[in-house]
């Protein structure tokens, strides 16, 4: 299963998120870390979802211990890559792959995760989500809420 731990973060990625997790603390805004590290098997799982049949997603879910998908949940992507910078165990470690170069977030709203891309926790009339992608960035991290398909929750280096 996927890792939340920092420590298991590139050490350019972790220096990173230290900086960010001071500046999210400083702003006020409330999060917990939901990835790091994760392995192949279980981005494959991932990917798997909203693409390929309930039956095949849970057979895949169930190599790496995830728990199984209803029908509705397997009807949205999750994932828009098999190259994920999450992944730890690439054969090439010579590029440090044996670290995670990403970390994924959730903006906490009375002690539980919200996915609310409007969620303001900190009340300060701006989009908390927006507001930790300006701080990634400002850090010099990658922010996912940049990409094509934004991925508000996403930061990379």
Do not use: E, W, Y
């Given at each position: 299963m996927?890792?939340?731990?920092p420590k298991d973060l590139r050490q350019d990625c972790f220096e990173k998120w230290e900086r960010f997790d001071a500046a999210m603390k400083k702003a006020g805004i409330p999060y917990i870390l939901t990835c790091t590290a994760r392995l192949v098997k279980e981005q494959i799982a991932y990917f798997?979802?909203?693409?390929?049949p309930l039956s095949e997603v849970n057979?895949?879910?169930?190599?790496?211990?995830l728990p199984p998908l209803t029908a509705d949940q397997n009807k949205k992507k999750i994932t828009w890559t098999l190259?994920?910078?999450h992944l730890v165990d690439l054969e090439d470690e010579s590029i440090g792959n044996d670290k995670a170069r990403a970390f994924d977030i959730a903006i906490c709203k009375n002690g539980t995760p919200t996915w609310d891309v409007k969620a303001?926790?900190?009340?300060?009339?701006?989009?908390?989500y927006m507001e930790a992608g300006v701080i990634g960035e400002s850090v010099g991290l990658k922010w996912g809420g940049r990409f094509k398909s934004p991925d508000w929750v996403h930061f990379e280096v």
């Open positions: 996927s890792s939340r731990n798997a979802q909203g693409r390929q057979r895949l879910r169930k190599i790496v211990g190259n994920s910078k303001d926790v900190n009340k300060n009339n701006k989009k908390d």
